[in-house]
């Protein structure tokens, strides 16, 4: 499988953002069957995983996403989302997603004003 992340921008502190992550290679059943995590790194700093969302449809997010990330998937477009409202400067990052061994090349979100 191939991954692709889209969506990053600069935007200014409260804002939102949509990233999306499609996935190439799998069939949809066979996406459908994919735990999908989100990651995000800043230079100097540990890589954060940011949200998983399991083939259950189980979500768990990091502390400081919880209730502004919202991770979700659309299997006939073989891609996940990461919807983030209230967005601070602090997660200025560069965003992946990942399946297994498998990651995209990131897409940078900057919040600032």
């Known amino acids: 499988a191939q991954l692709k992340e889209s969506g990053g921008d600069l935007v200014q502190p409260g804002g939102s953002l949509r990233l999306s992550c499609a996935v190439s290679?799998?069939?949809?059943?066979?996406?459908?069957?994919?735990?999908i995590a989100w990651y995000r790194e800043t230079p100097g700093k540990q890589r954060e995983l940011v949200a998983t969302?399991?083939?259950?449809?189980?979500?768990i997010y990091m502390p400081s996403a919880k209730g502004r990330f919202t991770v979700s998937r659309d299997n006939g477009k073989n891609t996940v989302y990461l919807q983030m409202n209230s967005l601070k400067p602090e997660d200025t990052a560069v965003y992946y997603c990942?399946?297994?061994?498998?990651w995209g090349p990131g897409t940078q979100v900057t919040v600032s004003s």
């Open positions: 990942g399946h297994g061994v498998n």
């Open positions: 290679g799998p069939s949809e059943t066979e996406f459908s069957s994919y735990t």
């Open positions: 969302l399991y083939n259950t449809g189980e979500t």
